[in-house]
């Protein structure tokens, strides 16, 4: 039985890498953002609307043990999913866990392109955005730190460098842990 979760900030690849690598080792993919979406028929924004974060968060825990407890998946959580309550413990227990890092760099390009559908993004200026991503990575790091594995998400950007990332991750995701 396979069960992986992808974890790191929002634009590192987490979707990309998860479906690319499910579908070479045939395994299921899950987006948990996704998975909260279809559950509930509506979009991250208007949960966030609704619920404020709080609400939100609270959903997003009860959701991740639901997918939690698939097997033979690849599971890409939300970019705050290690970060709130006991989530980094529960997938460390669940299964293996990839940190996936990224620079500050990489990570402002590809968000000032895809901020729009990400609540706690849509509505900064271009300064605003590099500074929250500067804070939220200090502050997220020691979570994210927690995953048991740490792989390069810098180089998605075309799919050759995708089929190249996919199978670094399977070759990473067979030695042991540290
Ligand atoms: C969030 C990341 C998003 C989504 C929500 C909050 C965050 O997921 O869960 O907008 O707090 O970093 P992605 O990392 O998949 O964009």
């Known amino acids: ?34 998975y909260i979406e279809s559950r509930f028929h509506k979009t991250i924004r208007e949960i966030f609307a609704e ?9 997003e825990r009860n959701m991740l043990h639901e997918v939690g407890e698939f097997d033979d998946v690849v599971i ?30 990489v990570l402002f390009r590809r968000l000032k392109i895809g901020k729009a559908k990400r609540p706690l993004l ?9 500074t929250f991503i500067q804070q939220a ?11 048991r594995y740490r792989f390069d998400g810098g180089h998605l950007e075309s799919r050759k460098q995708i089929a190249t990332s996919v199978e670094e991750l399977r070759q990473l995701l067979e030695t042991p842990a540290v």
């Open 51 to 59: 619920r404020g974060e709080d609400g939100f968060r609270q959903l």
């Open 122 to 130: 849509k509505d900064k200026t271009d300064d605003e955005l590099l």
């Open 76 to 105: 890409s959580v939300g970019g705050g999913t290690p970060c709130f309550f006991d989530n980094m413990d529960y997938m460390n227990a669940q299964g293996q866990t990839v940190f996936l890092d990224v620079s500050i760099d």
């Open 1 to 34: 039985m396979k069960r992986i979760f992808l974890t790191g900030y929002m634009g590192a690849g987490k979707t990309t890498l998860g479906k690319a690598f499910a579908k070479a080792m045939e395994l299921q993919f899950i987006d948990l953002d996704w």
């Open 137 to 147: 990575l200090e502050q997220r790091a020691p979570y994210y730190l927690q995953a």
